[in-house]
């Protein structure tokens, strides 16, 4: 099995993903990821190559079920990493995979920029001290659809919440933490306003 599902499979569904830097589950109707789940072992995070800018739809997802990069033009939502790029960033292969948009979400600027960008430095400090490292991060959608709606011409659905569980070996002990964060104006928030136990995001 994959070194990125070591822990465990997050949930069962038709089509998984499987990269060298991260494993993903795709909604081929929403067209995004329902969650991706990698490894963040401290040594992956020395090697530095340069973050690609380009994003390109995933060649392993049939056309009609994959997002593309003209979805996300002028929709006013940030292309967001679901994996994040500055955790894959040991080789060029690592970092262009980051880049599918089978790890992208649409993401609200002030979110993916402001105290997402925070959180994402968090795990990296965290995976930089402990012994090994697992972070599994997805969207949430709202149980009467839709609650975003959706972008671009093909319809890329907007997630109302986004989760982000981690866990840490450290000392000899697991520790595992949960967010939960609204994808919306959220510049004034800190990722210790989303601390959620792990019960209620698998909930």
Known sequence: ESEHL?????SQHERIIRR??????HDDQR?????????LHRMYLKARVARQARFEPDPDIP?????KDADYSRSGYDRGHLAASADLRRSA?????????SNIVPQDP????????????MVRDWA???????????PVRCLVEPCHGTIGTGKVAVPHRFFKVVARYVDGEWHAVGFLADNGEAATETPE???????????
Request: hydrophobic share 45%; with cysteine; proline share 3%.
């Open 93 to 101: 292969l690592v970092q262009r995979q980051s880049n599918f948009l």
């Open 193 to 203: 306003d989303w601390l959620v136990s792990i019960r209620f995001i698998q909930w």
């Open 128 to 138: 930089r001290e402990a012994s090994d490292c697992y972070v599994v991060t997805g």
């Open 20 to 25: 060298e830097a991260y494993v993903a589950s």
């Open 63 to 67: 056309v009609d079920a994959r997002a």
């Open 110 to 121: 002030s979110l993916n920029r402001g105290p997402w960008a925070r959180l994402e430095a």
């Open 6 to 10: 070591w822990l465990g499979i997050p």
């Open 31 to 39: 067209k995004t990821a329902r969650w991706v789940a990698y490894r």
